[in-house]
């Protein structure tokens, strides 16, 4: 059976039953579903990284790397998928091997592991950059627009 777009609702099972964690939403969307066929499908929750831990590896891991070695955020953050997380695909084209990088689908726990890496490798090449546990810090709250432009000056205007 072919599906076309979809949605997701967050539920969970409890003594053999099935409940819906936002059940008049789901009801105010079936109310506006037309009459006809649907497929219903159950899969495991994965967990998905935390922003606190986004915040760290971003903040912090890439940071580090970036100002170690004078690349931008966005190059030292592919730097590291590709030293840290390689993935081995196949050219169709011209059958050869090429390995790329990758970070966005991985679980919590995989995702952990991976900023672990990071830290070794940055340490094994960056001599010996030291990059704190994510305990060992706190991400600055980020600078709210109204204080940017409130303090923002033309200066020199003709």
């Keep these: 059976m072919k599906t076309g777009p979809g949605f997701t609702a967050a539920v969970f099972i409890q003594g053999g039953q099935l409940f819906l964690r936002n059940f008049v939403g789901f009801q105010d969307l079936v109310?506006?579903?037309?009459?006809?066929?649907?497929?219903?499908?159950?899969?495991?929750?994965?967990?998905?990284?935390?922003?606190?831990?986004?915040?760290?590896?971003?903040?912090?891991?890439v940071a580090a790397v970036a100002d170690y070695t004078g690349y931008d955020h966005a190059d030292a953050h592919e730097?590291?998928?590709?030293?840290?997380?390689?993935k081995i695909i196949i050219n169709h084209a011209t059958g050869e091997e090429e390995t790329i990088g990758g970070s966005t689908v991985l679980p919590t726990a995989e995702f952990q592991a991976y900023c672990e890496r990071c830290k070794w490798?940055?340490?094994?090449?960056?001599?010996?950059l030291y990059i704190p546990d994510p305990n060992e810090f706190e991400v600055p709250p980020p600078v709210e627009a109204s204080a940017v432009v409130r303090d923002f000056k033309v200066v020199g205007r003709t």
């Design 31 to 61: 109310r506006r579903m037309r009459d006809g066929d649907y497929e219903l499908t159950l899969a495991a929750h994965v967990e998905t990284r935390s922003d606190k831990l986004n915040k760290y590896y971003h903040g912090i891991v």
């Design 79 to 86: 730097l590291l998928k590709l030293k840290c997380n390689p």
């Design 121 to 128: 490798w940055a340490a094994e090449h960056c001599d010996g």
